[in-house]
């Protein structure tokens, strides 16, 4: 089974499209936590309405937390699942992923994290960037962003149970915190190139967040300095192999997501010329 962890938190017109990509994936065991912070009347409008082939195996919990990433540690901790990952409420999976998900580990016992692609849509869920996964690397998470999205990350229970666990001191970069850790504990990690799920700009995405300005670098161990002057030559490296992934080149994309204006079924969505850029804020 695969265990899907969503923290949330007064995002319920989000949330609502998030369970039901978790929801109609086909031929896979899925439970989903949603691990709520304490939004109001949440338990009266977070199931999508109206038909289709879904399956709710959704377990929801409302209590305080300390955070989103307190949030999915507690969704963690209440997590049965052999594989498990976390889906925030502005994210969803497009058809049928998880079952590929799973025959990925299946196909590879020894990888432990699993990093694919994603799709970056506007609010109406039009394409606006895909991001090509490529594996991260600790001299370029000393100096830059963590090149992987969460949306499209997934990974085994066993580093749970190792305390492989999210740093609750920060609010936007427990990502990179997390993923940094696991390189120096020398996890074997693994890349399936093809999308995985959307991120969705919704105008009040934590990233775009003080935050985030914030814990750019200051997430990193003071241990860890990086010898900045190696900068140019690491980007430049790191660059190199987005390129022969295929991280720049432009594509057209046909998704089927859920929207606002269709909470209840997915709608098919095509795009042409879609380059790799991070839109800006």
Avoid at 125 to 146: E, K, Q, W
Avoid at 163 to 173: K, S
């Amino acid at each position: 089974m695969i265990s899907i962890v969503t923290p949330s938190l007064e995002q319920v017109q989000w949330l609502r499209l998030c369970i039901a990509s978790v929801a109609d994936q086909e031929r896979v065991r899925v439970e989903h936590i949603v691990q709520d912070g304490g939004t109001r009347e949440i338990s009266q409008n977070i199931l999508p309405e109206g038909p289709g082939k879904h399956d709710y195996n959704l377990q929801l919990y409302v209590e305080k937390d300390a955070g989103m990433y307190d949030a999915v540690n507690r969704g963690l901790a209440r997590a049965s699942g052999d594989v498990c990952a976390y889906l925030n409420c502005d994210e969803q999976y497009l058809p049928g992923v998880l079952h590929e998900i799973m025959n990925y580990f299946g196909r590879n016992p020894a990888v432990d994290v699993l990093f694919g692609d994603a799709i970056l849509v506007n609010e109406d869920g039009n394409p606006l960037a895909y991001r090509r996964a490529i594996l991260p690397s600790l001299s370029h998470l000393r100096l830059a962003d963590l090149n992987t999205l969460t949306c499209a990350t997934f990974f085994r229970r066993r580093l749970v149970d190792a305390g492989f666990r999210f740093p609750t001191h920060l609010r936007i970069a427990g990502d990179q915190h997390w993923v940094f850790h696991l390189l120096k504990a020398g996890i074997k990690m693994g890349v399936m190139r093809q999308p995985l799920s959307v991120f969705t700009f919704t105008g009040a995405n934590l990233s775009n967040s003080r935050w985030a300005e914030k814990e750019k670098f200051g997430w990193l161990p003071s241990s860890e300095t990086p010898n900045r002057w190696m900068t140019p030559a690491i980007v430049s490296w790191h660059r190199v192999k987005k390129l022969f992934a295929g991280a720049y080149r432009r594509r057209d994309l046909t998704i089927e997501i859920y929207t606002r204006a269709s909470p209840d079924r997915r709608c098919m969505i095509s795009a042409s010329g879609i380059g790799f850029r991070w839109p800006k804020s």
